[in-house]
């Protein structure tokens, strides 16, 4: 019997989050009540044909809590902003019964949840040049944040750290600073 939330390869174009109105804020800064971020189709398919995604646990009107389920073996997750910190808690959970998820998130390298769960847990880091036009805003420039994704994979986890300290301290000037290594 086949899983009806899973979906085939080159399926998926279609990532949203619970509706679409999208709001400007003075100094284009995007934002929306509704969580609305759908993943332009070309985006996705280049993601796609590297990773082979099986399972996607923020899809489009999806009638299942993606935190509550067993996710797949290659997870594509465009989480709503406003609750990344849960579905990176739920990567790392995933990521070691030897699952991998790609994330495409805001890079918000100061925030708590990317110090406690990006820095010592991510696999790699690849940040996105220019703007996205993510699907349902294409009437504005893109998001005006650093865009990336945030990959957890299990392998490449296990080879980087394993028997190594991803922290280091150092000093810049007369602060100490913290330094994770990839």
Known sequence: ??????FKKGQGADKVHKGNDAKLQ????????????????DLYKSLN???????????????????QIEWGKSNYVNPPYS???????KAIKEMKKGKKTV???????ASRYWEKLV????????????YIKFK????IRGLNIPIGLVIYDPIKYEAKFKGTS??????IGNKDVLIYKW
């Open 136 to 139: 349902g805003y294409e009437k």
């Open 1 to 6: 019997m086949s899983d009806p939330f899973r």
């Open 83 to 89: 609750n990344i910190q849960e579905f990176m808690e």
């Open 119 to 130: 820095y010592p847990y991510a696999s790699e880091v690849r940040p996105i040049a220019g």
């Open 49 to 67: 044909d590297e990773f082979h995604f099986d399972f996607d646990p923020c899809p489009l009107r999806a009638t299942f809590d993606g935190l």
């Open 26 to 41: 003075p100094g284009m800064q995007v934002w929306s009540k509704n969580d609305n971020v759908a993943t332009p189709d």
């Open 166 to 171: 991803n922290v280091d301290f150092s000093e």
């Open 103 to 109: 994330f495409l998130i805001p890079l918000r390298m």
